[in-house]
């Protein structure tokens, strides 16, 4: 390490730390000599992750040419990109009904997942029901509706529905009961044992215990995740059109493949704005119900 | 017996009033509430064109396609459970394994390496962006707000523009994972570093250290266990998003499987599907396991 640089004559204060560098030295050894095998260690994993990178970029034929060719051509799209425009003003109407779908489908989708995932939590949690055996079981039903990206749902739920809005409802419901009966449950275990404990000390069946004890503390939880997955499900909602499930996603991706840059940037910037408003407003309402900024999400 | 202690009636009586208004008030928000909400629902309906007969009508048709996804359609083993013959031969349920197991370690690649070089911009960003290790005012604000914009665009958007840009493959997916990757956890990143203790900072700075010095002697080392956390939470996150790249075009299984559910390859949607849903659950596992390592290690 080296020495601090300029400081003059050396003070008292400075020869005395010196004097007790030997000592200290012997009195922390792993962190005056850490040891050559935990060193070694550590290199031996930098060195595995970035040769991983190299085989990676190798076996997914990255070339120069390509990147290069690329950023060209990114550069060209972002100068067409200014100023955004949203061409005609059939076609801002048109954007803003789609906006407005895009918010239904969050929406709802979050909504409809809360209410499924309600019951789906107490079943999942081990406080709530006891058995090993229905507790395992309905995690990993979760765990493989969660495994399942939302828009592969979308595409499941269109052949059942059709095309269109209701399908991504649909899909963003299905993806979100995972999640949500995951962090319900999750949410569940970890209260404050002493409520339940004072409902069935006083002669509570399980009924009265899961109202009166656990529902109270848990609802304020449940109400803050769910606007936060509403918040990312407006997000999720922008491109679940891609795949023909409503919303501004659909608008999005033909933009894109007609190269109308500048309505590109329109939309894109109209997706930054609604998603701001949301964070905004959610933050707010999630304050006021809790109380208090953070609830964790794992 | 005992006795109760009671204010007279005099006193109690402006209380009373206090606490009715108090709940009439609570319960006139409820209410309030109760009715936004409602409006807000049957608007989404209109919205979103909700149908609930058709999809009354049609829920058989969820149940069948599940049904469908699940029995050979073709082959000599029509009409059975795929189940029933999980093998890798030429008419098994896992015909194309070679195929699709080439696929998924795509999949996984394009996840690692986007985000591995997300987590590396995302890493020179985060200490800008913080407010007590930031430079200036300016950096910080411009840090946060290109931060900001990384992550609020869903990155299939970035996957579609980019895959006009560099053509077809992984390279617009690993793009696209980086980029939104980068914002995700520079965010992340700087709230980690904005929770240290600044007392080892301030001794570097005291001894005459530059600001180079001070992140990598003072704030690292008590960071450096929570940034892989997050990091590995990402590359979770990650290998789900990277098995949908393929959707539009950039790589990985997710072409296969839109494919394998445009064409209807019953049997085939299903085997993709076990497979990502495999992969998915064991990487979970796997990053779980470390970090709780990691996170136990580190305190």
């Known amino acids: ?76 799209f972002v100068t067409h990109m200014i100023p955004p425009s949203y061409g005609t003003e059939a076609r801002l109407v048109l954007y803003l009904k789609a906006l407005g779908e895009t918010l239904a489908i969050a929406f709802l989708g979050t909504l409809l997942a809360a209410l499924f995932a309600f019951p789906m939590g107490f079943l999942a949690a081990s406080n709530v029901v006891a058995n090993r055996l229905v507790h395992i079981l309905s995690r990993r039903f979760l765990d493989s509706i969660r495994a399942v990206d939302t828009l592969i749902w979308a595409l499941i739920w269109i052949n059942v529905v059709g095309l269109g809005p209701f399908a991504g409802v649909l899909a963003i419901m299905t993806s979100d009961i995972g999640a949500f009966g995951k962090l319900f449950s999750e949410a569940l275990e970890n209260l404050d044992r002493k409520a339940s404990e004072g409902v069935v000390a006083s002669g509570g069946n399980g009924l009265h215990r899961i109202r009166f004890a656990l529902i109270p503390q848990v609802i304020p939880i449940f109400f803050s995740q769910v606007l936060y997955y509403f918040e990312s499900n407006t997000r999720s909602a922008t491109i679940i059109g891609i795949v023909g499930a409503g ?52 | 017996m005992t006795t109760f202690v009671r204010l007279p009636d005099a006193q109690l009586l402006p209380h009373v009033l206090t606490y009715r208004r108090a709940l009439a008030a609570r319960r006139r928000q409820t209410i309030a509430a109760i009715i936004v909400l409602g409006l807000a629902i049957i608007a989404a309906f209109f919205m979103a064109e909700v149908d609930v007969l058709k999809l009354v009508a049609n829920f058989t048709n969820f149940t069948s396609y599940l049904q469908r996804i699940f029995h050979f359609d073709s082959g000599p083993y029509t009409g059975q459970l795929v189940v029933l013959h999980p093998g890798f031969g030429t008419d098994d349920w896992f015909w194309g394994i070679t195929k699709w197991l080439k696929l998924l370690g795509e999949t996984l690649l394009i996840a690692y390496l986007g985000t591995a070089i997300g987590a590396a911009f995302a890493f020179i960003f985060c200490f800008h962006a913080a407010d007590n290790l930031g430079k200036s005012r300016t950096t910080r604000w411009i840090t946060k707000r290109l931060l900001e914009f990384c992550r609020t665009v869903p990155e299939l958007v970035f996957a579609l523009i980019f895959v006009v840009a560099f053509g077809v493959g992984a390279l617009a997916g690993v793009l696209a994972l980086a980029i939104h990757t980068a914002g995700a956890l520079g965010k992340l990143f700087s709230e980690v570093a904005e929770n240290i203790d600044m007392k080892p900072a301030d001794g570097v700075i005291a001894s005459g250290g530059n600001w180079t010095e001070m992140v990598r002697f003072a704030v690292l080392p008590q960071v450096l266990s929570n940034f892989t956390s997050y990091g590995l939470l990402r590359f979770e996150i990650n290998v789900r998003g990277a098995s949908i790249m393929g959707f539009v075009g950039a790589g990985g299984i997710g072409q296969e499987l839109l494919t394998a559910i445009r064409k209807f390859y019953y049997a085939d949607v299903s085997a993709i599907l076990v497979l990502i849903i495999v992969t998915v659950m064991v990487i979970d596992v796997v990053t779980e396991y470390v970090r709780h390592h990691l996170t136990g290690a580190g305190r």
């Open chain 1, 247 to 298: 919303g501004i996603g659909s608008l999005l991706s033909e933009r894109i493949r007609e190269n109308e840059w500048p309505e590109v940037a329109f939309l894109v910037l109209l997706i930054l704005l609604i998603v701001a408003i949301i964070d905004q407003v959610s933050s707010r309402l999630r304050l006021s119900v809790i109380g208090q900024r953070n609830v964790t999400f794992s």
């Open chain 1, 1 to 76: 390490m080296k020495p601090a640089s300029p400081p003059a004559p050396p003070g008292a204060l400075r020869t005395q730390a010196l004097e007790q560098r030997p000592a200290l030295a012997i009195a922390y050894p792993q962190i005056f000599a850490p040891s050559p095998w935990r060193r070694l260690l550590t290199l031996a994993i930098i060195a595995g992750a970035l040769g991983l990178m190299v085989f990676a970029v190798w076996e997914l034929d990255f070339s120069w040419s390509r990147i290069w060719g690329g950023i060209g051509k990114l550069g060209d």
